[in-house]
């Protein structure tokens, strides 16, 4: 079983920052890839950032340079500091873990910008 739960969205104003918190329970030694989805009204699911299974990190042209993704050294913590957020990064920020061919969800967090 693994939950995943977010938490630390807002409302803030073009140039703020945020950081989201993604609690991860279940069997979180086993992940494959862990990391952070976006998603608008409208638009698709889309990747912010993410821990490939080899550590490295991933980033969507959008917000490289912006974002940074991090995680605890129990990796039961995945952390994303988003600083000079602008009003397209308003969107429900997804926390998403991979085991073997399984995609697990939070419930989501929403992030909304101000202009």
């Known amino acids: 079983q693994v939950q995943l739960v977010e938490s630390g969205g807002g409302l803030v104003q073009a140039g703020g920052s945020l950081r989201l918190s993604c609690a991860a329970s279940?069997?979180?030694?086993?992940?494959?890839?862990m990391g952070w989805y976006r998603q608008s009204p409208g638009k698709q699911r889309e990747l912010v950032a993410m821990?490939?299974?080899?550590?490295?990190?991933r980033y969507a042209d959008a917000v490289k340079g912006r974002f940074t993704i991090s995680r605890d050294s129990a990796m039961s913590r995945v952390y994303l500091q988003m600083n000079d957020l602008k009003p397209e990064d308003t969107a429900l920020y997804y926390c998403?873990?991979?085991?073997?061919?399984?995609?697990?969800w939070g419930q989501g967090t929403q992030v909304t910008v101000s202009s």
């Open positions: 998403n873990a991979k085991l073997s061919t399984i995609n697990y």
């Open positions: 279940g069997r979180i030694r086993s992940f494959g890839t």
């Open positions: 821990f490939a299974p080899n550590g490295d990190t």
